[in-house]
């Protein structure tokens, strides 16, 4: 079966560094994406990863080892409007997206 | 503003009774796709559609039918509703299916 793994919940500080993790099985790979969920709106895309290697895009970067069905969502000089949930997802061979239940990101002063 | 956009945003709805949930767009993207959220599960999709006039099954297809008439629009029809049909529905979108999608506002819906 297909599976998204990514932890249920972090806490980190304002001002400071967090790493959220997502490991994937997945039947084909089509590309990786991150999105973020505020409580009760939608997801909002972040990024996007479909070679190796580290993706920067300001505050936010997205790593992806394709050999290893592993990514990372970096986030860097917290904030407290960061506090949401990150949505790891995988597009299959059938260009699918397949979701991972999300991070619930708190972030303290 | 250009989007997506669903209705109703929030619906009570009796058990056995039929509703639509209705999503348009303006983007005049290709796929469409009909989420489900519940807490602690990651998005589960119930119905996709790739171009106008084609739909397919997604994981959780029961209970609910799709069509596509158009570019634009893609209703969800629930034809009997029961209470595991609680959930917040998500309708999404993007051009050709390969790059990001974008979502709706959703729609809360409570079947009691």
């Known amino acids: 079966g297909q599976n998204i793994d990514q932890p249920t919940e972090m806490t980190a500080t304002e001002g400071a560094i967090v790493q959220i993790n997502c490991t994937y099985q997945t039947s084909g790979f089509n590309g990786l994406f991150w999105y973020q969920q505020h409580a009760g709106e939608a997801p909002t895309f972040l990024s996007y990863?479909?070679l190796d290697g580290l993706e920067e895009k300001g505050r936010f970067s997205s790593f992806l080892s394709r050999s290893k069905g592993y990514s990372y969502l970096l986030l860097k000089e917290l904030q407290m409007k960061d506090s949401a949930s990150y949505l790891c997802a995988v597009r299959d061979s059938n260009y699918q997206l397949i979701w991972g239940a999300g991070t619930k990101l708190i972030i303290k002063p | 503003t250009a989007g997506i956009t669903q209705a109703p945003t929030s619906q009570i709805l009796a058990a056995g009774r039929s509703m639509t949930l209705r999503c348009t767009q303006d983007?005049?993207?290709?796929?469409m796709y009909w989420y489900r959220q519940d807490l602690g599960l990651g998005l589960r999709l119930i119905h996709y559609s790739n171009t106008a006039g084609t739909t397919g099954k997604g994981e959780v297809p029961d209970g609910y039918s799709v069509s596509r008439a158009n570019t634009d629009d893609f209703p969800l029809t629930l034809a009997s509703a029961v209470p595991s049909q609680t959930s917040v529905y998500f309708c999404?979108?993007?051009?050709?299916?390969?790059?990001?999608?974008?979502f709706g506002q959703g729609t809360r819906l409570t079947v009691v």
């Open positions: 999404a979108s993007s051009d050709t299916g390969v790059t990001e999608a974008f």
């Open positions: 990863n479909v």
């Open positions: 983007m005049r993207h290709n796929a």
